[in-house]
């Protein structure tokens, strides 16, 4: 049994009394939110109420998960922590180092030999510390926690932002840094700003062409990418328990894409029977028993307005499909606007890939449903104009959905079957032709499609949809397509059309695998041998960041005033850099490549002020390092938006960053930045953004009396000789505040456990 049943009794026992003892301090009636989290408060029932948006509180999570690319730092820090084991059940899974390429036997095969070092180091790494570890082509992480380890009312972390996704399990899951799981991997509490509460109720019920997909990417349009920062989301009403438990799944899954700190939906019959298909009658049967605590309290679903900080409603019956993009997954367009936005857009009307796969949208039903389409495409003698790829989610959804026949009826489409794995979705797809970097369209049943995200090439116009949509996208080939209302000419020179999807929630014959991939870990892992040679390329062991100086930083100079857009995919790009995620020296080159530099608009060209020369800024960075220099990095609005990934937080550490000063910050990245010892500051005044110059070398004062809530001060000095002279914000609580002073959490975590 991979899941921990006795982890899972103890929580349920707690449950109702640390409900009982939020509903009293609270004192009001509770969203599930607010009961799922005061449940898990490290020190036990809850003896104060917390202020949403303001309040840092100590949790403890009931799980951890980690993907191969952030597994292998949150593991190399782990070892650092000097613990023999894990605290809590935790698992690692080999999903993003596959690339797609022809197929997949032949790229799981490819992968396990190219990177064979990075698996066999997490495989060991877990066998000894107590960690259930997936090989590679097991399945992607989301899908496999959500079959076997979320459940109704629990709390995890994970590190990968589309950990949310257990929310479709009823589970508060929250996408961290490696450093937030090595701390609670070590037994340490894990802290998080108390959120605010977003609820969103759906009215009516899906039906023909819409899907949970467009429940989200029409919240999306509504939120911004930015709207759910801060927040959980709760979903409830009828048209959330109409909903399969995948699909809410789904919902959940791109709540990262509205930077909602997590989502989530109240136990219901559907979690049951998603519970019992994945062989977990147990977790059923305890859920069933406090299922009044794993929904809201009744009042508040009744007067949504009074119990959450923002509502908003949405009416699943005429709910249309959407389709989002390209580039960002807020700009939402119904599939009946697509034909004008399209053409005012410029957008390329022909559709070159069909992808359906990712954490997203790659469970039995999504399979189910798209195969549905491609079925009718064969019986309707259509064929497909553009390519079309499928990722499943696991081998079990593979292994059941190749015994009932969808694959081969994807395939009789000329699809490609790639591996159980995340490929294209994280850049691992070697897309031919990519190079040639012309303007194209793709659409996909992914969560993301920043610029270069799928095939590196910045032309890629990419767009978002449910998984049937995609597949009848692909089918026309047109981006215009509507096939709601629009036909096909066959090759009989006849028009159809394509009737409504339709699919399983749940195989009717019940799921089915031979070898799922997984390897529990050994019982005593103390004689297990961790290996990293020191002249791999691939893998690095850590070695701790220093102490802060004691004093002010002064004589800084600017590395870079990055302009727009900065995500954690522009400060440590994924793709061809995923296989260095191990290895802090190497991956340092790719840091802020993707980064626009304000002073001449270029990505990796910044202005070395030791030599007056434009150069790549992980070279011009050395430079500096090398000559004792520490540097500051300035952004703009929601710096670090994306990733939980730390790399984008370690590398400008590791390379002698000291600070990065933003308008807005993304929370995981902030904090990612705090725990690595670095200074993330805001400006006081916006408008200051406009002050820092290229040539600038700057100052950041008060240091020395660095307090919770006391703005520190930067002062510009700039070439001409004048200067000038701000405050700057900061979000660093006490403990923050040691982590930056002992140089990184972790070397904290060090002395406390050798102390
Ligand atoms: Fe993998 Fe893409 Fe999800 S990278 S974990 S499938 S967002």
Not at 662 to 672: C, D, G, P, Y
């Amino acid at each position: 049994m991979a899941f921990d049943i006795d982890m899972i009794e103890k929580v349920y026992a707690n449950f109702a009394s640390r409900v009982e003892a939020a509903r009293k301090v609270v004192n009001k009636p509770l969203t599930l939110t607010e009961k799922i989290l005061y449940a898990h408060l490290w020190d036990g029932e809850a003896t104060e109420a917390y202020e949403r948006g303001s309040s840092y509180v100590d949790f403890a999570p009931d799980r951890v998960a980690m993907q191969d690319a952030t597994a292998q730092m949150a593991l190399l820090q782990f070892m650092q922590a000097g613990r023999p084991k894990v605290a809590v059940p935790s698992t690692a899974h080999c999903d993003h180092l596959i690339q797609a390429k022809v197929g997949a036997e032949e790229d799981l095969s490819r992968a396990n030999s190219e990177s064979k070092e990075v698996f066999d180091f997490l495989g060991s790494v877990s066998n000894k510390y107590g960690i259930g570890f997936w090989k590679p082509g097991a399945g992607i992480i989301h899908q496999v926690v959500l079959e076997n380890y979320a459940f109704p009312g629990g709390m995890m972390i994970g590190t990968d932002s589309h950990t949310v996704n257990a929310g479709g399990l009823g589970m508060l899951a929250i996408g961290v840094g490696g450093a937030d799981a090595c701390d609670v991997m070590a037994g340490l509490p894990w802290e998080l700003k108390f959120p605010k509460l977003i609820g969103v109720k759906l009215t009516g019920k899906l039906n023909g062409w819409t899907a949970p997909k467009d429940v989200i990417l029409k919240v999306a349009g509504i939120l911004t990418v930015k709207g759910g920062t801060g927040a959980i989301v709760e979903y409830f009403g009828e048209g959330a328990t109409s909903m399969s438990c995948t699909g809410k799944g789904t919902i959940c899954n791109m709540g990262a894409e509205i930077g909602a700190t997590t989502s989530t939906f109240g136990y219901d019959e559907s979690m049951e029977r998603y519970l019992r298909a994945t062989n977990r009658n147990q977790v059923a049967d305890g859920a069933n028993k406090i299922k009044a605590h794993l929904t809201a309290d009744p009042e508040v679903y009744a007067n949504p307005e009074k119990y959450f900080d923002q509502v908003i409603e949405i009416n699943l019956s005429e709910l249309e499909p959407h389709l989002n993009g390209p580039f960002t997954p807020d700009l939402a367009t119904p599939v009946s606007k697509m034909k004008e936005e399209a053409v005012k857009n410029d957008w390329p009307l022909r559709v070159e890939w069909g992808l359906i796969g990712s954490c997203t949208n790659s469970s039995y039903e999504d399979l189910s449903r798209a195969a549905s389409i491609a079925r009718q495409a064969i019986d309707k003698k259509l064929v497909t104009k553009s390519s079309f790829g499928i990722n499943p989610g696991s081998e079990q959804v593979r292994y059941t959905a190749d015994r009932d026949g969808l694959l081969k009826t994807f395939e009789d489409l000329d699809a490609t079957i790639f591996t159980n794995a995340c490929g294209p979705c994280i850049g691992m797809w070697d897309r031919v032709g990519a190079e040639r970097q012309e303007r194209n369209t793709i659409v996909h049943s992914f969560n993301r499609n920043f610029a270069k995200r799928a095939d590196g090439n910045p032309n890629t116009c990419a767009f978002v949809a449910s998984p049937e949509m995609v597949a009848a996208i692909a089918i026309s080939g047109r981006l215009d397509f509507n096939p709601i209302t629009d036909t096909l000419t066959n090759a009989d020179g006849q028009e159809v059309k394509l009737d409504a999807p339709h699919g399983d929630e749940l195989p009717t014959k019940g799921f089915a695998v031979e070898d799922a991939g997984y390897q529990a870990p050994a019982a005593d892992g103390s004689n297990v041998e961790v290996i990293v040679s020191p002249t791999s390329h691939r893998l690095q062991l850590l070695e701790p960041f220093k102490e802060w100086e004691g004093t002010d930083l002064t004589g800084l100079k600017l590395l870079i005033k990055a302009k727009g857009k900065c995500t954690t995919d522009h400060i440590s790009m994924a793709g061809p850099w995923l296989k260095f995620r191990g290895h802090l020296d190497n991956i340092s080159n790719n840091m802020l490549i993707g980064a626009v530099n304000y002073f001449n608009e270029k990505t990796d060209s910044v202005k070395n002020q030791l030599t007056g020369e434009y150069g790549p800024v992980p070279a011009t960075q050395r430079e500096y390092k090398a000559a004792g220099i520490g540097t500051l990095v300035v952004g703009d609005e929601n710096y670090g938006e994306g990733s939980s990934r730390e790399h984008a937080a370690m590398e400008p550490r590791h390379l002698g960053v000291r600070a990065v000063l933003v308008k807005s910050f993304a929370r995981i990245h902030e904090t990612n930045l705090k725990k690595q010892g670095m200074l993330a500051l805001t400006f006081s005044n916006p408008a200051d953004y406009d002050k820092i110059q290229e040539d600038d070398t700057i100052d950041i004062i008060g240091l020395t009396t660095f307090t919770p809530n006391q703005a520190l001060e930067i002062v510009l000095h700039h070439a001409d000789g004048s200067k000038d002279q701000f405050k700057v914000n900061h979000t660093y609580n006490a403990q923050q505040i040691e982590w930056f002073k002992a140089g990184a959490a972790l070397n904290i975590i060090r002395k406390n456990i050798s102390a």
